[in-house]
């Protein structure tokens, strides 16, 4: 590994740890002595994103990372939660076996992790990704999660059965 400080090719590993993307690497360069980190990723299959005007394109974590981050604008969003719903968005298309995945797929499954994050960014993402032509679309949607929303309250809510003995 090529030391980022003197470019001297002899370094030793000092410290290993598996980190949900792959290994990180502690190192020190024999020649500097300058202590530097390297993260190592298993290399997938290429996977290709087919656009929505037939267009193919390489999956890109960060442009994934981006456009959620874009949603996630002045919002409460840790980096971190976003780094994990990219971190799984990105195993399940690789899970799926498939060379190349719709946008539509990448879209559905980002509007799935961020509506568990922040309904604001879910509803600013869908607003791009479903093309909302006008207020009633939004509205619509808006009216969709508040739905979802009683639903999930109402179910809190409930008080379990007793379970019979049998």
């Given at each position: ?44 299959i290429n996977l290709l994103i087919v656009k929505r005007d037939g267009r193919r394109e390489e999956f890109d974590r960060n442009k994934l990372i981006k456009s959620m981050r874009i949603s996630c604008s002045k919002r409460p969003v840790s980096a971190e939660k976003l780094e994990e719903a990219a971190r ?79």
């Amino acid at each position: 590994m090529k030391c980022p400080y003197c470019n001297s090719n002899d370094s030793r590993v000092i410290d290993t740890r598996e980190v949900p993307d792959g290994i990180r690497r502690r190192r020190e360069c024999n020649n500097c002595h300058q202590r530097f980190t390297t993260y190592e990723r298993i290399a997938g299959i290429n996977l290709l994103i087919v656009k929505r005007d037939g267009r193919r394109e390489e999956f890109d974590r960060n442009k994934l990372i981006k456009s959620m981050r874009i949603s996630c604008s002045k919002r409460p969003v840790s980096a971190e939660k976003l780094e994990e719903a990219a971190r799984e968005i990105e195993t399940d298309l690789y899970t799926m076996g498939k060379g190349e995945v719709q946008s539509l797929t990448v879209g559905k499954l980002v509007m799935q992790h961020l509506q568990e994050i922040d309904e604001v960014a879910y509803v600013r993402y869908a607003s791009v990704y479903r093309r909302f032509e006008d207020l009633s679309n939004i509205t619509e949607e808006i009216e969709h999660l508040l739905q979802k929303k009683r639903r999930e309250e109402a179910q809190k809510n409930q008080i379990p059965l007793p379970l019979e003995n049998k």
